[in-house]
T-cell receptor
């Protein structure tokens, strides 16, 4: 059983559309990180959310941490081909950084 | 700093052979992690070190896998003997503390035939 569930697993949309991907856990976590991974590279940190209900913005990306600190979402506005990649959420708990399986996002020109 | 450096980038080996993957973490980072990534299982934590000491190796799949960190600037992950199901991308990452950003290397793509 995955500690972290990400959905959808795959998403392919047209440039300019909006999208939301989700990260859910049955456990409360102290903090959650979102990473993006491009082909042939390692994951790169986008943001860390710590406080329940917290919202962080990174240009066209909006990250939200659920009030109960068991879920998080990533919303992308006006998606661009450069947003294509694997988006991973990672949970910090029990002295480990554990990753979800990711959402593979493709933005078509 | 050049970031986390892994070698080799690609490795193709025959079943039964020994494979050694190498990692140089970012200087000053106290934590080093080894992950394995496959399409089926995603990114799995194999083992991590704090100040060169292995802390949690519960993710190491079997005794064929071993990892060492002889000093703060070098770690190895060894598979002996290798099997086709070990084929994956192996990532090394380092961080200053447990709760700060983990910086990943570019990975080693291992293919066991």
């Amino acid at each position: 059983t995955q500690l972290l569930e990400q959905s959808p697993q795959f998403l392919s949309i047209q440039e300019g559309e909006n999208l939301t991907v989700y990260c859910n856990s049955s456990s409360v976590f102290s903090s959650l990180q979102w990473y993006r991974q491009e082909p042939g590279e390692g994951p790169v940190l986008l943001v860390t959310v710590v406080t329940g209900g917290e919202v962080k913005k990174l240009k066209r990306l909006t990250f939200q941490f659920g009030d109960a600190r068991k879920d998080s979402s990533l919303h992308i506005t006006a998606a661009q081909p450069g947003d294509t990649g694997l988006y991973l959420c990672a949970l910090q708990g029990a002295q480990k950084l554990v990753f979800g399986q990711g959402t593979r996002l493709t933005i078509n020109p | 700093d050049a970031g986390v450096i892994q070698s080799p980038r690609h490795e193709v080996t025959e079943m039964g052979q020994e494979v050694t993957l190498r990692c140089k973490p970012i200087s000053g980072h106290d934590y080093l992690f080894w992950y394995r990534q496959t399409m089926m299982r995603g990114l799995e934590l194999l083992i991590y070190f704090n100040n060169n000491v292995p802390i949690d190796d519960s993710g190491m799949p079997e005794d064929r896998f071993s990892a060492k960190m002889p000093n703060a600037s070098f770690s190895t992950l060894k598979i002996q003997p290798s099997e086709p199901r070990d084929s994956a991308v192996y990532f090394c990452a380092s961080s200053r503390t447990m709760n700060t950003e983990a910086f990943f290397g570019q990975g080693t793509r291992l293919t066991v035939v």
